[in-house]
């Protein structure tokens, strides 16, 4: 699988005090590293599946596009509000996401034969829609969708 691997870096890490390019490079020769060169939405389309090491908004953009991804984060969820956990807690039940990077590495392992069948079971695709219901909505009208969230009819 790593063969097949491609890591994009946060495009703040230039600002870390540590050399993420040289990190991955001498840890992992044979995974191509992309530096924020290429379109998100191009790696997106040219990927089988997507790792997220922190919440991000590309989850989002995933669950909107239908596109396969795994993330993993502390599981504590400290930057989550407590009324969103319930939903966080079914993209975790249904192996989306993870507290470690040991098991989503075993769930790319697990899945890689055959992603989409996963990513389209029972349990993951209910999983998709009750989350994305609430967080990754798409609106066809979304000045109206925010108007209505705005203001209250009298």
């Known amino acids: 699988i ?3 691997t491609s890591v994009r870096l946060h495009p703040e890490g230039q600002k870390f005090p540590f050399d ?7 840890r ?3 995974i191509k ?13 040219n990927s ?4 997220f090491s922190y ?3 590309g989850m989002l953009e995933c669950l909107l596009n239908d596109i396969p991804f795994i993330s993993f984060w ?3 969820m400290r930057q989550i509000k407590k009324s969103a956990y319930p939903y966080y807690e079914k993209l975790i039940n249904a192996g989306i996401i993870y507290s470690s990077a040991l098991e989503a590495a075993q769930k790319v392992n697990n899945v890689w034969d055959d992603v989409i069948g996963w990513w389209n079971s029972d349990n993951v695709k209910k999983a998709k829609i009750e989350f994305s219901e609430k967080y990754a909505a798409a609106f ?3 000045h109206q969708s925010l108007a209505n969230q705005i203001y209250s009819p009298k």
């Open 140 to 142: 066809t009208k979304p």
């Open 74 to 76: 502390d599981p504590n």
């Open 20 to 26: 993420d390019l040289a990190n991955w490079n001498k």
């Open 33 to 45: 590293v992309e530096v924020g060169s290429k379109k998100i939405t191009t790696i997106y389309r």
């Open 48 to 51: 089988k599946l997507l790792v």
């Open 55 to 57: 919440d991000s908004t």
């Open 28 to 30: 992992f020769s044979t």
């Open 2 to 4: 790593q063969n097949f």
